[in-house]
Protein backbone atom coordinates (compact mmCIF):
# COMPACT_ATOMS: atom_id res chain seq x y z
CA UNK A 1 0.00 0.00 0.00
CA UNK A 2 1.40 3.56 -1.17
CA UNK A 3 1.84 6.27 1.64
CA UNK A 4 -0.98 7.74 -0.40
CA UNK A 5 -3.52 4.91 -0.16
CA UNK A 6 -2.76 4.91 3.74
CA UNK A 7 -3.33 8.15 3.71
CA UNK A 8 -6.71 7.57 2.29
CA UNK A 9 -7.29 4.63 4.35
CA UNK A 10 -6.89 6.63 7.70
CA UNK A 11 -8.61 9.15 6.53
CA UNK A 12 -11.73 7.60 5.40
CA UNK A 13 -11.55 5.52 8.19
CA UNK A 14 -11.78 8.33 10.93
CA UNK A 15 -14.72 9.65 8.77
CA UNK A 16 -16.53 6.40 8.76
CA UNK A 17 -15.70 5.52 12.52
CA UNK A 18 -17.16 9.58 13.33
CA UNK A 19 -20.27 9.05 11.47
CA UNK A 20 -21.15 5.60 12.89
CA UNK A 21 -20.54 6.89 16.39
CA UNK A 22 -22.70 9.93 15.36
CA UNK A 23 -25.67 7.76 14.64
CA UNK A 24 -25.02 4.71 16.86
CA UNK A 25 -27.21 2.92 14.85
CA UNK A 26 -25.05 -0.38 13.98
CA UNK A 27 -22.55 -2.63 15.12
CA UNK A 28 -19.08 -2.80 14.55
CA UNK A 29 -18.93 -5.55 12.63
CA UNK A 30 -22.09 -4.33 10.17
CA UNK A 31 -20.55 -0.95 10.27
CA UNK A 32 -16.83 -2.35 9.06
CA UNK A 33 -18.89 -4.60 6.34
CA UNK A 34 -20.80 -1.01 5.11
CA UNK A 35 -17.93 0.87 4.69
CA UNK A 36 -15.98 -1.89 2.85
CA UNK A 37 -19.18 -2.30 0.20
CA UNK A 38 -19.07 1.28 -0.39
CA UNK A 39 -15.39 1.22 -1.12
CA UNK A 40 -15.59 -1.45 -3.28
CA UNK A 41 -18.02 0.65 -5.21
CA UNK A 42 -15.43 2.84 -5.06
CA UNK A 43 -13.46 0.71 -7.30
CA UNK A 44 -11.24 0.87 -4.19
CA UNK A 45 -9.49 -1.64 -2.86
CA UNK A 46 -9.11 -0.63 0.97
CA UNK A 47 -10.84 -3.27 3.43
CA UNK A 48 -12.19 -1.78 6.80
CA UNK A 49 -11.87 -4.15 9.45
CA UNK A 50 -14.04 -4.07 12.33
CA UNK A 51 -11.11 -3.85 14.69
CA UNK A 52 -10.24 -0.89 12.65
CA UNK A 53 -13.84 0.91 12.92
CA UNK A 54 -13.59 -0.07 16.54
CA UNK A 55 -10.30 1.67 17.70
CA UNK A 56 -11.69 4.80 15.44
CA UNK A 57 -14.72 5.17 17.25
CA UNK A 58 -13.29 5.00 20.10
CA UNK A 59 -10.94 8.20 19.38
CA UNK A 60 -14.12 9.56 18.14
CA UNK A 61 -15.90 9.41 21.43
CA UNK A 62 -12.80 9.89 23.38
CA UNK A 63 -12.52 13.40 21.28
CA UNK A 64 -15.80 14.68 21.56
CA UNK A 65 -15.67 13.87 25.55
CA UNK A 66 -12.67 16.26 26.28
CA UNK A 67 -13.46 18.95 23.89
CA UNK A 68 -17.66 19.51 25.27
CA UNK A 69 -18.25 22.04 28.16
CA UNK A 70 -19.18 20.38 31.11
CA UNK A 71 -23.03 19.26 31.24
CA UNK A 72 -25.05 20.48 33.87
CA UNK A 73 -27.39 18.19 35.18
CA UNK A 74 -30.70 19.83 36.84
CA UNK A 75 -32.34 16.36 37.78
CA UNK A 76 -30.68 12.83 37.56
CA UNK A 77 -32.49 9.80 36.98
CA UNK A 78 -31.19 6.04 37.69
CA UNK A 79 -32.94 2.54 37.31
CA UNK A 80 -31.30 -0.51 37.98
CA UNK A 81 -32.10 -4.32 36.94
CA UNK A 82 -30.20 -8.05 37.00
CA UNK A 83 -29.32 -8.70 33.76
CA UNK A 84 -27.71 -12.17 32.16
CA UNK A 85 -24.30 -10.43 30.52
CA UNK A 86 -21.18 -12.86 28.46
CA UNK A 87 -18.07 -12.39 30.23
CA UNK A 88 -14.33 -13.30 29.32
CA UNK A 89 -13.27 -15.45 32.43
CA UNK A 90 -9.46 -16.31 32.54
CA UNK A 91 -8.77 -19.60 33.86
CA UNK A 92 -5.24 -20.37 34.23
CA UNK A 93 -3.97 -19.77 31.17
CA UNK A 94 -6.88 -19.92 28.76
CA UNK A 95 -10.04 -17.71 28.62
CA UNK A 96 -13.56 -19.17 28.53
CA UNK A 97 -17.13 -17.27 28.13
CA UNK A 98 -19.47 -17.27 30.93
CA UNK A 99 -22.91 -15.92 31.56
CA UNK A 100 -23.31 -14.37 34.96
CA UNK A 101 -25.79 -12.31 36.63
CA UNK A 102 -24.29 -8.57 36.66
CA UNK A 103 -26.31 -5.41 37.69
CA UNK A 104 -26.67 -2.30 35.54
CA UNK A 105 -27.81 0.82 36.62
CA UNK A 106 -28.69 3.11 33.97
CA UNK A 107 -28.32 6.89 34.30
CA UNK A 108 -30.68 9.52 32.43
CA UNK A 109 -30.24 13.20 32.45
CA UNK A 110 -33.51 15.29 33.11
CA UNK A 111 -34.86 17.32 31.85
CA UNK A 112 -34.94 16.09 28.01
CA UNK A 113 -34.69 12.24 29.37
CA UNK A 114 -31.15 12.48 27.87
CA UNK A 115 -29.12 8.60 28.07
CA UNK A 116 -25.87 9.66 30.19
CA UNK A 117 -25.01 5.83 30.35
CA UNK A 118 -24.94 2.64 32.85
CA UNK A 119 -22.53 1.52 35.53
CA UNK A 120 -21.86 -1.40 36.93
CA UNK A 121 -21.60 -1.72 40.53
CA UNK A 122 -19.28 -4.12 42.23
CA UNK A 123 -22.38 -4.72 44.93
CA UNK A 124 -25.98 -3.95 45.23
CA UNK A 125 -25.34 -1.99 48.24
CA UNK A 126 -26.37 1.81 47.59
CA UNK A 127 -22.64 2.71 48.93
CA UNK A 128 -21.65 1.15 45.96
CA UNK A 129 -24.30 2.65 43.51
CA UNK A 130 -23.68 5.97 44.65
CA UNK A 131 -19.67 5.78 44.41
CA UNK A 132 -20.23 4.13 40.26
CA UNK A 133 -23.08 6.36 39.26
CA UNK A 134 -20.80 9.60 40.58
CA UNK A 135 -17.72 7.80 38.87
CA UNK A 136 -19.59 7.95 35.80
CA UNK A 137 -20.73 11.72 36.23
CA UNK A 138 -16.95 12.51 36.20
CA UNK A 139 -16.13 10.36 33.38
CA UNK A 140 -18.45 12.45 31.39
CA UNK A 141 -17.52 15.59 32.37
CA UNK A 142 -20.87 16.59 33.84
CA UNK A 143 -21.42 18.74 36.79
CA UNK A 144 -23.22 18.47 39.82
CA UNK A 145 -23.54 21.93 40.89
CA UNK A 146 -26.52 22.72 39.62
CA UNK A 147 -28.27 18.88 40.46
CA UNK A 148 -31.87 19.96 42.50
CA UNK A 149 -33.65 16.52 42.22
CA UNK A 150 -32.94 12.29 41.64
CA UNK A 151 -35.72 10.45 40.35
CA UNK A 152 -35.91 6.38 41.39
CA UNK A 153 -37.73 3.71 42.34
CA UNK A 154 -38.61 3.32 45.95
CA UNK A 155 -36.60 0.43 47.02
CA UNK A 156 -35.08 0.54 50.68
CA UNK A 157 -31.46 0.94 48.84
CA UNK A 158 -32.12 3.85 46.88
CA UNK A 159 -34.65 6.00 49.71
CA UNK A 160 -32.93 4.93 52.79
CA UNK A 161 -33.15 7.99 55.24
CA UNK A 162 -30.05 7.54 56.66
CA UNK A 163 -27.56 5.75 54.29
CA UNK A 164 -30.07 5.27 51.17
CA UNK A 165 -28.60 6.54 47.85
CA UNK A 166 -30.09 9.44 47.56
CA UNK A 167 -28.97 10.31 50.97
CA UNK A 168 -25.45 9.74 50.04
CA UNK A 169 -25.90 12.28 47.30
CA UNK A 170 -26.79 15.10 49.73
CA UNK A 171 -24.11 13.96 51.77
CA UNK A 172 -21.86 14.09 49.38
CA UNK A 173 -23.07 17.66 47.67
CA UNK A 174 -24.14 18.61 51.44
CA UNK A 175 -27.30 20.21 50.29
CA UNK A 176 -30.80 18.50 50.23
CA UNK A 177 -32.54 17.35 47.07
CA UNK A 178 -35.21 16.91 45.81
CA UNK A 179 -36.89 13.23 45.58
CA UNK A 180 -38.86 12.37 42.97
CA UNK A 181 -40.08 8.55 43.12
CA UNK A 182 -41.59 6.15 40.85
CA UNK A 183 -44.80 6.55 41.76
CA UNK A 184 -46.65 2.83 39.24
CA UNK A 185 -43.70 1.46 42.26
CA UNK A 186 -45.76 3.06 44.90
CA UNK A 187 -48.90 1.14 43.51
CA UNK A 188 -48.03 -1.66 43.91
CA UNK A 189 -47.10 -2.19 47.42
CA UNK A 190 -50.61 -1.96 48.82
CA UNK A 191 -51.46 -4.69 46.56
CA UNK A 192 -48.74 -6.36 47.95
CA UNK A 193 -49.36 -6.18 50.98
CA UNK A 194 -52.80 -7.02 50.75
CA UNK A 195 -52.77 -10.19 49.07
CA UNK A 196 -49.99 -11.19 51.76
CA UNK A 197 -52.66 -10.49 53.98
CA UNK A 198 -55.51 -12.09 52.28
CA UNK A 199 -53.52 -15.33 51.08
CA UNK A 200 -50.21 -15.56 53.03
CA UNK A 201 -46.99 -15.00 51.38
CA UNK A 202 -44.56 -17.35 49.71
CA UNK A 203 -40.89 -18.13 49.22
CA UNK A 204 -40.77 -19.60 46.02
CA UNK A 205 -39.98 -17.67 42.72
CA UNK A 206 -42.84 -17.46 40.54
CA UNK A 207 -45.72 -19.98 42.36
CA UNK A 208 -47.59 -20.21 45.16
CA UNK A 209 -49.05 -23.00 47.77
CA UNK A 210 -51.97 -20.82 48.93
CA UNK A 211 -55.92 -20.99 47.63
CA UNK A 212 -55.37 -18.21 45.20
CA UNK A 213 -52.02 -17.84 44.68
CA UNK A 214 -51.71 -21.74 43.06
CA UNK A 215 -54.43 -21.03 40.82
CA UNK A 216 -52.90 -17.89 39.08
CA UNK A 217 -50.08 -19.63 36.85
CA UNK A 218 -53.23 -21.64 35.13
CA UNK A 219 -55.81 -19.24 34.93
CA UNK A 220 -56.20 -17.90 31.78
CA UNK A 221 -56.76 -22.11 30.86
CA UNK A 222 -59.66 -21.55 32.88
CA UNK A 223 -63.18 -20.72 30.95
CA UNK A 224 -65.32 -17.50 31.69
CA UNK A 225 -68.18 -18.15 33.73
CA UNK A 226 -71.29 -15.30 34.45
CA UNK A 227 -69.54 -13.09 37.50
CA UNK A 228 -71.29 -9.91 39.11
CA UNK A 229 -69.64 -6.67 38.12
CA UNK A 230 -67.58 -4.32 40.21
CA UNK A 231 -68.20 -0.74 40.18
CA UNK A 232 -65.52 1.12 38.84
CA UNK A 233 -64.19 3.98 36.80
CA UNK A 234 -61.25 4.63 34.66
CA UNK A 235 -59.64 7.64 32.82
CA UNK A 236 -60.18 8.06 29.25
CA UNK A 237 -57.25 6.92 27.09
CA UNK A 238 -56.03 5.15 23.89
CA UNK A 239 -55.53 1.65 24.35
CA UNK A 240 -53.32 1.13 21.49
CA UNK A 241 -51.07 3.58 23.27
CA UNK A 242 -50.52 1.15 25.95
CA UNK A 243 -47.81 -2.08 26.35
CA UNK A 244 -49.92 -5.54 26.05
CA UNK A 245 -49.81 -5.86 29.79
CA UNK A 246 -51.15 -2.53 30.59
CA UNK A 247 -53.74 -3.03 27.82
CA UNK A 248 -54.67 -6.01 29.03
CA UNK A 249 -54.74 -4.52 32.58
CA UNK A 250 -57.40 -1.95 31.22
CA UNK A 251 -59.39 -3.90 29.12
CA UNK A 252 -59.96 -6.67 32.10
CA UNK A 253 -60.87 -4.09 34.54
CA UNK A 254 -63.13 -2.52 31.72
CA UNK A 255 -64.62 -6.18 31.24
CA UNK A 256 -65.05 -6.57 35.61
CA UNK A 257 -67.09 -3.17 35.75
CA UNK A 258 -69.43 -3.64 32.88
CA UNK A 259 -70.20 -7.60 33.54
CA UNK A 260 -68.85 -8.85 30.42
CA UNK A 261 -65.60 -10.49 28.68
CA UNK A 262 -65.25 -10.58 25.08
CA UNK A 263 -64.13 -14.06 23.98
CA UNK A 264 -61.10 -12.34 22.30
CA UNK A 265 -59.82 -10.95 25.69
CA UNK A 266 -60.92 -14.27 27.47
CA UNK A 267 -58.37 -15.98 24.82
CA UNK A 268 -54.83 -13.62 25.43
CA UNK A 269 -52.95 -14.04 27.65
CA UNK A 270 -52.55 -11.72 30.94
CA UNK A 271 -48.85 -11.93 31.31
CA UNK A 272 -45.88 -14.23 32.79
CA UNK A 273 -46.48 -15.11 36.21
CA UNK A 274 -43.65 -13.40 38.24
CA UNK A 275 -43.06 -11.98 42.18
CA UNK A 276 -41.52 -9.15 40.62
CA UNK A 277 -44.42 -8.20 38.02
CA UNK A 278 -47.29 -7.14 39.87
CA UNK A 279 -48.94 -5.67 36.84
CA UNK A 280 -49.60 -9.23 35.22
CA UNK A 281 -50.39 -10.75 38.92
CA UNK A 282 -53.27 -8.18 38.89
CA UNK A 283 -54.28 -9.60 35.55
CA UNK A 284 -54.47 -12.75 36.70
CA UNK A 285 -56.40 -11.80 39.84
CA UNK A 286 -58.44 -10.58 37.69
CA UNK A 287 -58.72 -13.57 34.97
CA UNK A 288 -59.24 -16.04 38.33
CA UNK A 289 -62.14 -13.88 39.22
CA UNK A 290 -64.29 -13.82 36.15
CA UNK A 291 -63.33 -17.76 35.42
CA UNK A 292 -64.44 -18.50 38.76
CA UNK A 293 -68.77 -19.58 39.88
CA UNK A 294 -67.95 -19.16 43.31
CA UNK A 295 -65.35 -16.69 44.36
CA UNK A 296 -63.78 -16.54 47.56
CA UNK A 297 -64.47 -13.59 50.25
CA UNK A 298 -60.61 -12.99 49.81
CA UNK A 299 -60.55 -13.48 46.13
CA UNK A 300 -63.57 -10.78 45.60
CA UNK A 301 -62.00 -8.47 47.92
CA UNK A 302 -58.73 -8.68 45.75
CA UNK A 303 -61.11 -8.08 42.74
CA UNK A 304 -62.48 -5.12 43.76
CA UNK A 305 -59.23 -4.01 45.30
CA UNK A 306 -57.73 -3.94 41.74
CA UNK A 307 -60.96 -2.23 40.17
CA UNK A 308 -61.42 0.16 42.07
CA UNK A 309 -57.91 1.32 43.29
CA UNK A 310 -54.77 -0.38 41.70
CA UNK A 311 -56.41 0.37 37.90
CA UNK A 312 -57.72 3.64 38.44
CA UNK A 313 -54.63 4.89 39.97
CA UNK A 314 -52.46 3.00 37.75
CA UNK A 315 -53.59 4.84 34.67
CA UNK A 316 -54.17 8.17 36.56
CA UNK A 317 -50.09 8.00 36.90
CA UNK A 318 -50.05 7.33 33.22
CA UNK A 319 -51.90 9.77 32.12
CA UNK A 320 -50.28 12.51 34.48
CA UNK A 321 -46.85 12.05 34.89
CA UNK A 322 -45.55 15.24 36.16
CA UNK A 323 -43.61 15.23 39.50
CA UNK A 324 -46.18 18.02 40.39
CA UNK A 325 -48.63 15.66 40.39
CA UNK A 326 -47.34 13.20 42.93
CA UNK A 327 -49.22 14.11 45.88
CA UNK A 328 -52.51 13.91 43.98
CA UNK A 329 -51.25 10.25 43.17
CA UNK A 330 -50.69 9.73 46.64
CA UNK A 331 -54.24 11.14 47.74
CA UNK A 332 -56.12 9.11 45.43
CA UNK A 333 -54.72 5.74 46.44
CA UNK A 334 -55.57 6.59 50.31
CA UNK A 335 -59.09 7.70 49.52
CA UNK A 336 -60.01 4.86 46.79
CA UNK A 337 -58.37 2.21 49.21
CA UNK A 338 -60.85 3.52 52.69
CA UNK A 339 -63.27 1.12 51.41
CA UNK A 340 -61.02 -1.58 52.40
CA UNK A 341 -61.69 -0.74 56.43
CA UNK A 342 -65.32 -2.05 56.59
CA UNK A 343 -63.82 -5.29 55.18
CA UNK A 344 -62.80 -8.46 56.87
CA UNK A 345 -61.14 -11.45 55.14
CA UNK A 346 -62.30 -14.93 55.21
Not at 37 to 48: G, N, P, Q, R, T
Not at 87 to 106: D, L, W
Not at 229 to 252: A, H, R, V
Request: glycine share 6%; hydrophobic share 35%.
Amino acid sequence: MTEKDKSRYTEGSVIIGGSVTGFGIVSDRAGAAIASAVSHELSSDIVIGKSKLRRERRKTRDTLMKNQAPLNLPALYFDGRKDKTLKIVKKGTKRYKQVVIEEHVSVIKEPESIYVGYVTPLQGTAKAIETSINALLSAKNISTVDLLAIGCDGTVTNTGKFNGVIRLFERRLQRPLQWIICMLHLNELPLRHLFDYLDGKTSRLSSYNDPIGKLLDKCETRAVVEFESIPGQLPTLKPDDLSTDQKYLFEITLAVITGSCADDLANKSPGKMSHARWLTKANRILRLYISTPTPSTNLIILAQYIVKVYTPVWFQIKTHSSCKDGSRHLWKLIESSRFLSCIKRA
